[in-house]
């Protein structure tokens, strides 16, 4: 079955560099996704990858694939305390359903 | 214009009455999504509309009724809720499901509580 795992809290200083790990199941995968969720708000689509990459740069964004390993992880340079949400990685779901699969979230805590 | 709406914001309703969810996009996407989101919990996808017919339906309880009035519009009817169904309840459009990159592009929310 499909199944996504994140660890639930990551503290940083603020100037540091975050990194949020996400393991999945679903080997035939297509694409990766990462969404940013703060208090009271939707989802904010931040980042995606192709599961045929294995890194992706946007600004101070870094995704890394190891699709051996099922292991996705977003780093965020230089955090600020407005990174501080719930980043929720997802996969989309092997056929064409559109159906995503999301990780349980990691809450950022970006201390000043 | 790269926003989802949805209407309202919040809603309280008791347990006999009838509501509608409103959710509306104009980027030209052909799918929509409706998913119900506990605290602190990822979002649950309930149902999946492509080209205003519905394509997935996740065992969701005939009290949420959805409809796709035209590929703009997604609505979710809702009839003889639960305390338990109080929620954020997100809509989601992409431009397809099959193939491509499938990017989901989420609304707000709304804030329901049932009593």
């Known amino acids: 079955g499909e199944d996504v795992e994140q660890s639930l809290f990551l503290s940083v200083r603020e100037g540091d560099s975050s990194v949020i790990n996400c393991t999945y199941t679903?080997?035939?995968?297509?694409?990766l996704y990462w969404y940013k969720q703060e208090p009271g708000a939707g989802l904010q689509l931040l980042t995606y990858?192709?599961?045929?990459?294995d890194m992706k740069q946007d600004q101070r964004l870094t995704v890394l694939l190891n699709k051996k390993d099922k292991h996705l992880s977003l780093r965020i340079a230089d955090t600020q305390t407005g990174d501080s949400a719930i980043y929720f990685c997802?996969?989309?779901?092997?056929?064409?359903?559109?159906?995503?699969?999301f990780g349980q979230g990691t809450t950022l805590q970006v201390k000043p | 214009d790269t926003e989802v709406t949805q209407t309202p914001k919040h809603l309280v309703m008791g347990m006999t009455n009838k509501k509608s969810l409103k959710c509306e996009q104009h980027?030209?996407?052909?799918?929509m999504y409706w998913y119900k989101q506990k605290a602190k919990k990822p979002p649950e996808l309930m149902f999946v509309?492509?080209?205003?017919?519905?394509?997935i339906n996740e065992s969701v309880p005939s009290r949420f009724s959805p409809e796709c009035p035209n590929s703009s519009l997604l609505n979710l009817h809702l009839h003889a809720l639960q305390p338990e169904d109080s929620a954020l309840y997100l809509c989601?459009?992409?431009?397809?499901?099959?193939?491509?990159?499938?990017?989901?592009?989420f609304g707000p929310g709304t804030r329901l509580t049932v009593l």
């Open positions: 679903d080997s035939s995968s297509t694409y």
């Open positions: 989601a459009s992409s431009q397809g499901l099959a193939g491509g990159i499938n990017e989901q592009f």
């Open positions: 997802a996969e989309l779901f092997s056929g064409n359903t559109g159906k995503l699969i």
């Open positions: 509309y492509s080209y205003e017919k519905l394509s």
């Open positions: 980027m030209g996407h052909r799918a």
């Open positions: 990858i192709f599961s045929n990459m």
